[in-house]
């Protein structure tokens, strides 16, 4: 029987990444991913790179690194990401104050530029100036996420590592080591297991007896087919609600809740934004619920009627536009940083997962990560262990 250095459980771009970065250094590694194509976090997402989001000397760094890394990443990986810039525009509502918003955003690494609604609208001709009270542009990076991730799983197939669609239904631990998973058909033994599978980590873990603090939302969202229809920009609500409602649910108050399904530890939020790709088509939403069961079902129909009703009224010629609506899991820690290194008290046991802003630090990350636990020292990992 076959032992590998590393299994990674989860084949979004976190496990694709990192299972990338890991057969750079030298490691036999396993990726296991249920899903065939991908359900999760990163085929729903936007594509956004918020690389001017930075707010600490960390984070800071990470956007940093991330901007560079995805410059470079199509060659590197011989697969075109559909790396670009393009202008992110955040709506500031009838109800705010634009000048008091601009100045909550001073606190970044590049400061969005204030725009009066005048402004706001000739660099995005479908908005509905009757809706908003100003907004903010800011140069913002964009990937086609999709398509990132296979070129990873490509790359990490073509450099010796082994790619499988399974789905790991319990961690083999004996004692206080890890020693592999098991699927629903057979089990895999490793030296080491990182779990990368956004928000059904925190399962996976606690059913195996250890304990770790990740929280998700339920996300839900519109993708649309190709259309005819132009939109300049990224289209995102100045006054994001989902961190808000990420902070909310993951307090100390509200952690014994996430021990059980059937629980909502905080009210959903919609945040009214749009994304047209190259393709042509659109991702619209998008609702965030925090429900501790993973498998929960909502109202598709009533989801798809209020995501609808609102786009219309920032953006209207996007309300009727044709298109079908998904759900995924979207995992987040307490703290807005991931959930990077070895967990405490079992050997052989690791997390890469619960990134808020996934595709510009996860890159990043997973080379430090790789060279960490090949024995480098990183003074990045370091911060968040």
Not at 199 to 227: C, D, N, W
Not at 337 to 357: D, K
Request: aromatic share 8%; proline share 6%.
């Amino acid at each position: 029987m076959k032992t590998y250095d590393w299994i990674v459980v989860g084949g979004g771009i976190t496990g694709a990444a990192l299972s990338y970065e890991l057969v750079q250094q030298g490691f036999s590694v396993l990726l296991l991913e249920k899903n065939a194509p991908l359900q999760g976090a990163t085929r729903y997402s936007y594509g956004g790179l918020a690389y001017w989001s930075g707010t600490s000397d960390l984070t800071r760094r990470l956007c940093e690194e991330g901007r560079a890394r995805h410059q470079t990443l199509s060659a590197e990986l011989e697969a075109d990401t559909q790396f670009r810039e393009l202008d992110l525009l955040l709506t500031v509502a009838t109800e705010e104050n634009p000048e008091k918003i601009a100045a909550d955003y001073a606190k970044f690494a590049i400061s969005p530029q204030l725009l009066s609604v005048e402004e706001a609208c000739k660099l995005e001709p479908l908005l509905n100036p009757a809706a908003i009270s100003g907004a903010l542009s800011v140069r913002h990076g964009h990937i086609h996420p999709d398509k990132t991730n296979q070129a990873y799983l490509k790359a990490m197939q073509r450099d010796g590592g082994e790619p499988q669609i399974a789905q790991v239904v319990e961690l083999v631990r004996a004692g206080d080591r890890l020693l592999g998973v098991k699927t629903s058909e057979q089990t895999y033994h490793a030296a080491n297991t990182v779990i990368c599978a956004g928000g059904l980590s925190r399962r996976l873990l606690q059913e195996a007896g250890i304990k770790f603090s990740l929280y998700f939302t339920h996300a839900e969202m519109i993708e649309t087919p190709p259309v005819d229809l132009q939109l300049q920009t990224m289209v995102m609500p100045a006054t994001t609600k989902r961190f808000a409602l990420e902070a909310k649910a993951s307090t100390e108050a509200v952690e014994p809740l996430w021990d059980e399904p059937g629980n909502e530890p905080a009210p959903p939020i919609l945040d009214v934004g749009a994304l047209q790709f190259l393709d042509g088509s659109l991702r619209i939403g998008q609702w965030s619920r925090v429900l501790t069961d993973p498998e929960a079902q909502v109202d598709a129909v009533a989801s798809e009627a209020a995501i609808r009703s609102h786009i219309g009224k920032v953006l209207p010629a996007l309300e009727a536009l044709p298109g079908i609506w998904h759900d995924c899991l979207v995992a987040f820690s307490s703290n807005n940083l991931p959930v990077v290194g070895a967990l405490n008290g079992v050997q052989g046991a690791y997390s890469f997962s619960g990134f808020t802003n996934p595709l510009v630090f996860v890159p990043p990350l997973a080379k430090h990560f790789a060279s960490w636990v090949a024995g480098q020292e990183n003074e990045v990992i370091n911060q968040l262990r």
